[in-house]
């Protein structure tokens, strides 16, 4: 796209935008009686006007049928999440039966990991990217310790090269060969909460599986942003959250997919509940864990059924816009043109000012941005919020902004580094 400075461009770009009135399907806060402009949807994603309506659907059903909840109505809970299957499978790139929601993400990293980070002395190393989101960090030294080994000999960080901000794919490829012997699982992120950065996620399975690894992805920052060929890519088993681009409200509910060439490997151990008992004969009550086969089969307990309502509000939208392919098309032009406003600024300051530490290439990210601050970090960060414009702030100096092409415009971004520009000149 040809981009250009000034606001008539953006406007026009809003004006011709197929996506603009998904915009109305979500509640956007106000700051001193307008619209904020909220590019924070990597952390906690709006509210879909649509949201109370479910709830109140689901706590109606409460009111009105109390435990026939579970057996009555298009909607009997019993069988409520497999209504959001097909759409998170789209989403994530998987068959019906290799996804579900349940939990949240960190414990359905736990969980995964049961099954798929399995240590014996010979292969005991896990493979992650350096700065990888702390909760994994600690969720995946916890586990080391747990099967009694040292974190410091079996987590292995890959950071970038000196001088360098992002990862290359090839370095990745190396350090998984050059483990390769001692090697049980390479977990990576789809994309980097910090750098913005997405992987090459066929790639590091294809290398992770040669060395003879598991290979599991988290994919906060990527589902509902970037599109997934999980199944395809090969992965082993993936989990995320909903509530930064999938708009499922805070602390929503997570997803995992779990490859169908495990489902009959009777040797992956698991944390076993009786939600992840087969369904025919779970209210047999009977001893004996028999698991539902599929992802299903690694659900735990009883479905949180007011977190599956929202997060079925927001699947709706996404059905709407027709999936993340179309909604890619509007975020790469939408973060391409922040980029292009930040590099002028720099441009007539004749100096970076802004260093993006994002990967410029649109195959190498998805809609977030982020941007170190070269000079007085947290007095921009503070114009910024003084100004309505919300981003999210990272020690030391950096700001992370999101446009997301379901409700942001390209009026939003066109505010957005007017007030970086403002807050540099002051
Ligand atoms: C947001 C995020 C989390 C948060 O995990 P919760 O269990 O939902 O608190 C974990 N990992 C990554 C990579 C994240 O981006």
Redesign the pocket.
């Known amino acids: 796209m040809n981009y250009q400075q000034g606001l008539a461009f953006a406007l026009e770009q809003d004006r011709v935008d197929l996506l603009k009135d998904f915009r109305n399907k979500f509640l956007i806060p106000r700051h001193n009686d307008v619209d904020v402009v909220y590019l924070c949807g990597n952390s906690l994603g709006l509210q879909p006007v649509s949201a109370e309506q479910y709830i109140a659907d689901q706590l109606n059903t409460w009111k009105n049928l109390a435990v026939e909840g579970w057996f009555q109505g298009d909607d009997a809970w019993l069988s409520y999440h497999k209504q959001l299957l097909p759409s998170i499978a789209k989403i994530v790139g998987a068959h019906e039966n290799e996804v579900t929601v349940m939990n949240?993400?960190?414990?359905n990293l736990h969980l995964l990991m049961v099954s798929f980070y399995k240590p014996n002395s010979k292969r005991f190393k896990i493979i992650m990217e350096g700065g990888?989101?702390p909760?994994?960090q600690y969720a995946v030294e916890s586990q080391v310790r747990f099967h009694g080994f040292d974190p410091k000999e079996a987590v292995i960080e890959v950071f970038p090269r000196e001088g360098e901000l992002t990862l290359r794919t090839g370095d990745i490829a190396q350090v998984i060969n050059k483990h390769a012997p001692e090697l049980a699982l390479v977990l990576f992120?789809g994309i980097n909460?910090y750098t913005g950065q997405l992987f090459d996620m066929e790639a590091i399975a294809h290398e992770a599986h040669k060395a003879g690894a598991y290979v599991g992805f988290?994919l906060?920052?990527a589902a509902g942003n970037v599109p997934l060929k999980l199944h395809d890519w090969n992965a082993d088993f993936a989990c995320w959250?909903s509530y930064?681009y999938m708009n499922s409200g805070p602390g929503g509910i997570?997803g995992v997919f779990v490859h169908e060439k495990h489902f009959e490997n009777t040797k992956l151990d698991r944390f076993a509940g009786w939600w992840g008992y087969r369904e025919d004969k779970r209210f047999l009550m009977a001893p004996g864990f028999d698991p539902a086969t599929g992802a299903n089969g690694w659900q735990v307990s009883t479905c949180p059924i007011f977190l599956l309502a929202l997060f079925k509000a927001s699947m709706a939208i996404f059905n709407d816009a027709g999936g993340v392919d179309i909604l890619r098309g509007k975020s790469v032009a939408l973060t391409g043109y922040m980029e292009f406003l930040i590099k002028e600024i720099n441009k007539q300051q004749s100096e970076e000012v802004f260093k993006i530490i994002t990967p410029v290439n649109p195959q190498e990210r998805g809609c977030q941005l982020s941007v170190v601050c070269k000079r007085n970090a947290k007095v921009i960060f503070k114009h910024l919020a003084d100004n309505g414009i919300i981003g999210d702030w990272r020690e030391p100096d950096v700001i992370r902004l999101s446009p997301v092409p379901l409700y942001n415009t390209f009026h939003d971004v066109y505010l957005a580094v007017q007030h970086l520009a403002a807050a540099i000149a002051n």
């Open positions: 949240s993400l960190t414990v990888a989101f909760s994994d992120a909460y988290d906060a920052h959250c930064k997570s």
